[in-house]
């Protein structure tokens, strides 16, 4: 297992758009998050899964944004109706109780 | 409100040299702190974590210190080295309700040979 991966790296829409975003965690880590980071700024918590749970999301997360983890292993995250403030690096992130959260490469999303 | 800040938004060391990066936290929950280094275009990359039970924790050149009661803690690398060139983000977390990493804004570091 090599890490935590992400598709796609780059993404390209215009505004109106539906997205979908593919995290693979480290195949042992039971817990996924994700996170948005903007430009100049530190990653944002918007939510996480232990297993297939979703057990919180952040009120950075709108109704046009959901997630899901449907078999405990990887996770897709949906913008519906893509606007140009969604443009940011979407991260994902995996951890255990007891390991360091890693973080994959992160996908790019560009609103036109 | 911004419950983790690095209050310097750069930092240029020469080569050999220390650096010292500083991260400050306001939610007393938070007992578990890491550091992560960060490339363009890239994810985050773990550098280094202290529990709250600790002052200190050392990996190679990198030592993160905490102080608790001033909310305070800070990562040195020594030597410094180009390839330490990089955004460094301080993270925290309340370890016990699910480990959501807090980030600070980031300190740029710019290590000159």
């Known amino acids: 297992d090599t890490g935590v991966s992400q598709n796609p790296r780059h993404k390209i829409t215009k505004r109106g758009q539906n997205v979908t975003f593919r995290c693979d965690p480290i195949?042992?880590?039971?817990?996924l998050y994700w996170y948005r980071q903007t430009l100049g700024q530190g990653p944002e918590f918007l939510t996480y899964?232990?297993?297939?749970?979703?057990?919180?999301k952040s009120r950075l997360l709108s109704d046009r944004f959901s997630a899901e983890r449907p078999k405990g292993s990887f996770s897709t995250l949906e913008i519906q109706r893509t606007e140009q403030g969604d443009s940011a690096m979407y991260l994902c992130?995996?951890?255990?109780?007891?390991?360091?959260?890693?973080f994959g490469p992160g996908t790019r999303l560009t609103v036109l | 409100d911004q419950q983790v800040k690095q209050n310097s938004p750069s930092l240029s060391v020469q080569e050999g040299r220390i650096s010292i990066l500083n991260c400050d936290y306001t939610?007393?929950?938070?007992?578990?702190f890491l550091w992560y280094k960060k490339y363009p275009a890239e994810g985050p990359t773990f550098l280094i974590s202290?529990?709250?039970?600790?002052d200190k924790n050392e990996d190679g050149r990198f030592t993160v210190f905490l102080n608790k009661s001033a909310k305070h803690l800070s990562l040195h690398i020594v030597p410094s080295q180009p390839g330490d060139s990089a955004v460094y983000f301080c993270a925290a977390s309340p370890r016990t309700a699910g480990n959501k990493l807090t980030f600070g804004g980031g300190t740029r570091v710019l290590v000159k040979p």
């Open positions: 899964f232990q297993n297939e749970a979703q057990l919180e």
């Open positions: 202290i529990s709250s039970i600790k």
């Open positions: 992130a995996s951890d255990t109780f007891t390991d360091t959260q890693y």
């Open positions: 939610n007393s929950m938070f007992d578990y």
């Open positions: 195949s042992e880590h039971n817990r």
